[in-house]
C-alpha cells in the first residue's frame, strides 16, 4: 500500500554553488516523483515536500549523502492523498528555487552562517527544557511568535505575544521600531512551525540588544510531538500545504474566531482572485463571501 507523507525540512550551511544544488535537488526530487517547494541560497536549504513515502525516504538518504546536509532536520507528517500518478495531491507543482535568503526576512546580509549553522542565534529549548524554563521561571517567561500572523490565528502558545506581520519580511521593522524593547530584560522563547524562522529570527533579536532569547528546537512539530495537546500549545497547527493546518490529537482545541460571523473555527482561507494574496480565518459557511467583501473594501 503506498503511503502519502509529508517533509518539512531545513539545514543551514555555507553553500559555494547554490545554482548547482538546485540543478540536483530538482533532478532528484523530479525522479521520485514528489511535489512542494526546496528554497535554496548561500545559507543552506529550506523545504517541504509530499510524496509516497518510499520516495520521500530515499530523497532524504540522498540528500543527507551531501557533507553540508548531513545534519538535515527532517519533520515527517501525514499527507491527504496520492492521485493516479502516485504524487501528492497536497501540492499542486514541483517548485525549486535559488533566493537570496532561504527565509525571507529581507536581511540577508545580517545572517551569517558557518558549518554549525546560524551563528548567534537563541539558546536552543527542547520541549521538555522549555517546560522546565517554564516552571522556574513561571510568567517571567515570555512566548514570542515568529510565525506570521494569520498563523497564529488558529493555534498559538498560551499567552503568547503574536506580532502584526503579514509577511516575515515586517519582522525587522517592528523589532528595528523598538516596540518589543520592553521585553529585552526577560527571557524570550521564540518559536515557529518547524524551527527554521526563529533560527534567523532569535539571532536578529540577540543582535538588536535581547540579552536572553531562545529557540524551540524543532518547533510547534516537535513540540507537539512530545506533548500533543497536553501542555502549553493550543489550537490547530497552520501548514503551507493543501492540508490547511493539523491537529496534534482529536483533543485540539478550536480557538480561530472566524471574521465574518464569529464561530470557532480552525480554517483559514485564501483570496481567489490570483492577484490577491490576502487570508482569512473563516468557517466553511463564510468562507465563500471572503473574497467578495475584500474585493468591494479595496475599491470603495
Sequence with gaps: MLLPKIILFYAFTPLADPDAIRLWQRDLAESLGLRGRVLISEHGVNGTLGGEMGALKRYVRKTKEYAGFR???????????LDEHGRSVDFP?????????????????????DASGVVGGGARLSPDALHELVSE??????FFDGRNAIEAAIGRFRGAIVPPTETTRDFVGLLDS????????????????GGIRCEVLSSLMASRGFGEVYQLEGGIVRYGERFGDSGLWEGSLYVFDGRGS????????????????????NRTVNCTDAS?????????????????????SVTT
Aim: charged letters at 30%; a negative charge.
Design 137 to 142: 521561571r513561571g510568567d517571567e517567561v515570555v
Design 246 to 265: 493539523v491537529d496534534f490529537t482529536d483533543r485540539a482545541a478550536v480557538i480561530g474566531t472566524c471574521d465574518g460571523c464569529g464561530r470557532e473555527t
Design 93 to 113: 507543482r514541483l517548485s525549486v528555487k535559488v533566493r537570496d535568503e532561504i527565509v525571507s526576512f529581507g536581511a540577508p546580509g545580517e545572517v551569517r552562517v
Design 276 to 296: 490577491c494574496r490576502v487570508q482569512f480565518v473563516r468557517c466553511e459557511a463564510c468562507a465563500p463571501a471572503a473574497c467578495r467583501e475584500h474585493a468591494a
Design 178 to 193: 523598538g516596540a518589543y524593547d520592553h521585553l529585552k530584560g526577560r527571557p524570550v522563547v521564540t518559536y515557529c512551525t
Design 71 to 81: 545534519s538535515l532536520d527532517v519533520k515527517w507528517s501525514e499527507g491527504t492523498g
